[in-house]
């Protein structure tokens, strides 16, 4: 079991920057792939970035070159780096656990965070 707990939203305006955090509770941390989700009001959600237990990394394009994922397994943490804000970007995001499955490569989440809303002004 894993308990997922982000931080770090907030209000910022078109072009700034944010930090996002996520801390991990129970056990295994290291072997799960960790990633963000977005969801906006309206629309479903979506897969924004992830991050492998060997540190390989996967972006969705609309923010690729512009967000970065990363993870400290000796504290159970990972983060996204989101810079060159887009009001576009406005969502709840959302932390993810879980492991990339099949041929396909399919992301299966096994555990989702509580989600922290990140709002973009123009």
């Known amino acids: 079991q894993v308990q997922l707990v982000e931080s770090g939203g907030g209000l910022v305006q078109a072009g700034g920057s944010l930090r996002l955090s996520c801390a991990a509770s129970g056990s295994a941390f290291s072997a799960y792939v960790m990633g963000w989700f977005r969801q906006a009001p309206g629309k479903e959600r979506e897969f924004v970035a992830r991050m492998t237990r060997n540190y390989a990394t996967d972006y969705s394009d609309s923010v690729k070159g512009r967000f970065t994922i990363s993870r400290d397994n000796a504290k159970n943490m990972v983060y996204l780096e989101m810079n060159s804000l887009k009001p576009d970007d406005t969502a709840v995001y959302y932390c993810?656990?879980?492991?990339?499955?099949?041929?396909?490569?399919?992301?299966?989440?096994?555990?989702w965070g509580q989600g922290t809303q990140v709002t973009v002004s123009s």
């Open positions: 993810a656990a879980g492991q990339v499955v099949g041929i396909s490569g399919r992301y299966r989440i096994d555990y």
